[in-house]
Every structure is written in C-alpha cells, then in structure tokens.
C-alpha cells in the first residue's frame, strides 16, 4: 500500500516572463514501512514538495495522496495522521519542554498525553530536560524537542528534513537507530538530507531533484549504477612507488596514483579489472590486499544532478 | 475541537505568566489608563457623569483591545519562537485557532474588568447602572474587536513581523474614532459622515446611554457589525488563500 503518491505535481512562482518552475510534473511513491530519501541541491524543490504535502502552499496542478486521503479535500484528516520535523528550524518559546509537548498533543487532539510525552522524550533522550524552557536548550536539543514533537501522534507518514544537522555524533547515531525503529513498526518516512552516509544506511529507495524535476529514483544501488565511472584498484603492496610506474605502463592502465601506504590503480571496464588481477598475480612484487572501490552515492548524486549520468542499463529509473 | 481550542488559551496563559510584558498588558498598564485619565478628569472637577463616562470607555476600550490583541498576538508568538510551520501543519483549524484566541482574550478583559470595577467603586465610588445594557455595550465592543482581530490577522498572516505594529495601533485608532469619551459630534463632518460606519462607536454610545450621555442607533448597530464582520472573514479568507498560495504561509527554513 502507497502511503505517499503523488502524480504530475507541479508548482510555478512568479509571473509572466519571470516565471519560474519549482516543481515540474513531479512522481513518486512511498510505500508503507519505506523510508524513501529525496536528494536534491539547495533550491532543488524539496522544500517546496514537503510544504505542498504539509498544507502549507498550494500546488498548481498534479495529485498528491496522502494516508490514502486526497490533499484538496481530507488535509485535516492527513495533518492527523502526519508529522514533520525540520531540522534547521528551532524553537523559543518560554514554554518548558514539557509544557511544549503537551500543547502539540492538544493541538493534535490525543489522549494518554503523559505516557505519549514520556515515551517521546525517551525515546530522543531528553526526559532530563523536560522542566527546562525551550528557549534555554541548546540547537542540538530543540532539534531533539522537535523530533518528540514528530513522534507524538504515531504518524503513519514522518517527514524528516536533515534530521541530524548540527546533532554530535553519539546522538546522530541514536535518531538513525530510532528511524530503523519507527520503520520496523511500520512507519514511512520521507527523508531529507545531505548527508550520504545516512540516506546509504537508512533509505530503502532515494530520488535525486534537480530544478524541480526528479532526475533519477531507485535504491541506492541502483542510482550507483547508473553512473559510468572508471574502475579504481586499490592495491596494497610493499613497494608502492614502483608499482605504481610499473603498473602505469600497461596500456589499459589510465592512471595509478599512491595513496598514503595504498596504490590506486584507474581503468575504465571490469575487463580491464581482469586484466590487473592477471598482472598483479604474475607480478614479483608482494601483494597484501587488492579491493575494487566502488563509487559512493555522493559521486553518484554530484554526476547524475550535473547531467553526467550515461549508463543506460542500469536497474534505476533516469526520467 | 475542544483540546484544539484549548490548546491556545493553554499556550497564552503560560507565555504570559513567564513574560513579564504580557502579564503587565493585563494588571499595569490597564490600572496606568484608568488613572491617567480618571485622575485628569477628577482634577479638573469633572461632573461624577463624566467620570463614569471615563471608566466606561476604558473599560470599552480595553474591551476591544483583548478581544483583538491574542488573535494576532498568538500567531506572531508561534512565528517569533520559529515553531509556526509545525504549528501550521498541525490539525487545528483556523476557526478553532480563533475561537481559543477569543477565550483567552474574554478571561483577559474580565480580569481586566474586575479591576476596573473594584477601584472604580473604591476610588471613585463608580458603580454600574444597568447592568444588562453595559454588557450588551460591552458584548458589541468585544465582536468589533474580534472583527479588528480577524482583519490584523489576515495582514500578518502575509506580511508577518512588518505588520505586527498594524495590529497594535489600527484598533486604537479606530477607537479613538469611534468617540470613546466623547461624542463623535466633535469631528467635523467629513469624518463623521465616515465614523459612523465604525462599529464600536455605537457599542460606546450604548455604555454611554446608561448614564444618559448618548442615544443609541440599534439598527446601524446591527448593520454595521454585520457588514464588517463579513468583510473581516472575507477579507481573512483571501489572505489565508493568497498566502498559501504565494507561498507566504511558513518558509520551512
């Protein structure tokens, strides 16, 4: 079942000549228990997509489903049943955070308040702080508040913008373990962020905007493939100046560069890949380890928004 | 509905006993009108009429002040504290914002009222005289500054901060040309002829009535109140709706 759809979204700002598209005929679904990354550059559309499901701009075409409720006309009914937590946004009010909690469950109309409260303040360890004024707590704290907030009504759909920003490590780790919680208990979320290493650990499916347009969707496999990179072997090796000559007079051979005690060697196709693997097994030179690096997401993410993207036959869908 | 609406007087009664400047709006300062005025008409041997007249209109005044103040105040609050778009995207509807909003701002003016009445009595040996008609007076006012609420709050809900001051000096002004003290007789009749399309200047003239200073158009009441009340919905309406549309809402960042 589609907790999230939407269909052919589009949004313009401006008028006339300085029109300007925000969204252009944007796709997607997430399904339940998903956690879905949307990856974008500042200015993409994410913002703009999140403000449209949460109510708060009105789209100029498409359909959005949400909880199986449709935007224009069941919102109240969605906002029951969503929640948000914005990550660069803090929060000041003179109320405790307590107090603050327990104003959302009024907001949010729920009973058990005190058990609800505890369970979310426990849950982002912050039950500590929970006599002291939200205007007092540091950044990382109300981000933590914020992310209560979000658990408070059990939302079937969580939208989570850069969750982790500007928290220490030691808690970043506990609100990633948190989400894989939330997702075994069949929450979906939809994840915004520019840290790589969070949408490779938690999304099961990520899509990369770029001008308002969605430009790629699938795992995080199958976004890596869709990029044609060259072949890097990393080598570890006794002799890593030599090697690194030797190796670079093969004539398949596009580079090979030293690398504190690692050599790596750059070709362009697995067969070439073979190729060193017959070298170094014939070489005299005493090999340790030998590994293929892969691309990573964020060499992925930076080819495919800067329109480098080429390999076709890749499991990803590049609309 | 109900846990909605009181999600707002909650929220307000706990900013102002933590915020000095609120818990003022509703103790000193009102006791500082009262007697700024009450003393300057004794002082300059006023009739008992005129100091009642005095006492009434600020009583009126502050009447339409409260009923006003939280509607926008409330809003501005979420926005200040950078919490308003997890306050937008909550399930509380616009109406129920504004009636939690009205609530706080009635226990308000009765507080406000209270004090009033009490130093009135023991100061000025003031007491009200028809009772059921300074409340009818007082209901009026309190609509009019429901209205004036509804209207400030369409202006912030697009123009945020930069429209704040509007909601603070629109209601006086309105007031103060709605012949709080003093007959509208006094404006020359350009301005009459436009002031007498301003609610609250027959909710002052009703509080008047009860000590014989005024007479009171009841159906110019009715119409105007009506008239402005629709135009403040209307006028919310397309505010809410241009914001969401342009984007003016909440900026998410």
């Not at chain 1, 899509?207 to 699938?218: C, R």
């Not at chain 2, 629709?230 to 397309?238: M, N, R, W």
């Amino acid at each position: 079942m589609d907790v999230l759809k939407i269909q052919n979204l589009n949004k313009e700002f401006g008028k006339g000549n300085k029109k300007v598209s925000a969204l252009n005929n944007v796709s997607f679904n997430i399904k339940k228990g998903e956690i879905f990354g949307l990856l974008g550059p500042n200015g993409a559309g994410k913002t703009t997509l999140i403000s449209i499901m949460c109510g708060l701009l009105e789209k100029d075409s498409g359909k959005v489903q949400i909880v199986g409720k449709d935007l224009d006309t069941e919102i109240t009914e969605i906002r029951k049943r969503i929640n948000l937590m914005l990550g660069f946004t803090g929060i000041g009010m003179s109320l405790t955070v307590g107090e603050f909690l327990n104003y959302y469950c009024m907001l949010y109309n729920l009973d058990n308040s005190k058990k609800r409260i505890s369970k979310a303040m426990d849950a982002v360890d912050i039950t500590d702080k929970k006599d002291m004024k939200t205007l007092d707590l540091s950044s990382g704290y109300k981000q933590r508040v914020l992310l209560a907030k979000a658990l408070l009504n059990e939302p079937e759909l969580l939208l989570l913008d850069e969750p982790t920003v500007g928290l220490d490590v030691e808690i970043s780790i506990k609100i990633r373990s948190l989400i894989k919680q939330l997702q075994k208990k069949g929450t979906s979320i939809l994840l915004t962020t520019h840290n790589m290493y969070e949408v490779e650990e938690l999304c099961d499916r990520i899509a990369l905007i770029s001008h308002g347009k969605i430009i790629a969707q699938g795992s995080v496999d199958d976004i890596k493939s869709m990029i044609k990179v060259d072949k890097i072997i990393e080598v570890e090796v006794d002799n890593l100046k030599d090697f690194a000559k030797a190796v670079r007079k093969q004539k398949y051979v596009i580079s090979s560069k030293v690398f504190q005690d690692v050599v790596h060697v750059k070709v362009s196709s697995y067969a070439f890949v073979r190729k060193i693997l017959d070298y170094l097994s014939k070489s005299e030179f005493r090999i340790y380890s030998v590994r293929l690096v892969e691309p990573t997401l964020e060499e992925a993410f930076v080819k495919i928004i800067n329109g480098k993207t080429i390999n076709k036959k890749s499991g990803g869908k590049n609309v | 509905m109900f846990k909605r609406v009181y999600s707002q007087v909650y929220k307000n009664f706990l900013v102002m006993i933590r915020n000095y400047f609120r818990l003022f709006d509703v103790t000193i300062w009102p006791i500082i009108l009262l007697f700024s005025i009450t003393l300057f008409v004794s002082f300059v041997k006023g009739q008992s009429e005129i100091v009642a007249m005095v006492i009434l209109g600020v009583t009126g005044w502050r009447a339409v002040y409260h009923m006003q103040i939280d509607i926008t105040t409330s809003y501005m609050e979420e926005y200040w504290s950078h919490s308003l778009n997890h306050f937008l995207i909550s399930p509380i509807k616009l109406y129920e914002y504004i009636i939690g909003n009205m609530v706080t701002g009635l226990i308000k003016f009765l507080i406000v009222l209270t004090m009033y009445l009490t130093i009135g009595w023991f100061v000025f040996s003031f007491q009200l005289v028809n009772i059921p008609l300074v409340i009818l007076g007082l209901v009026c006012l309190m609509i009019f500054g429901v209205i004036i609420g509804l209207i400030s709050l369409g202006i912030i809900v697009i123009f945020k901060e930069n429209a704040y001051t509007a909601a603070y000096i629109i209601p006086d002004l309105l007031v103060l040309l709605s012949g709080v003290y003093y007959p509208i007789a006094i404006f020359p009749e350009a301005v009459q002829n436009i002031v007498k399309f301003i609610p609250a200047v027959y909710g002052f003239n009703i509080l008047k009535s009860t000590i014989g200073l005024a007479t009171v158009d009841y159906p110019m009441l009715i119409m105007t109140t009506l008239g402005w009340f629709v135009f403040s919905l209307l006028f919310l309406a397309f505010c809410y709706n241009y914001a969401k549309r342009k984007g003016m809402l909440a900026r998410m960042t």
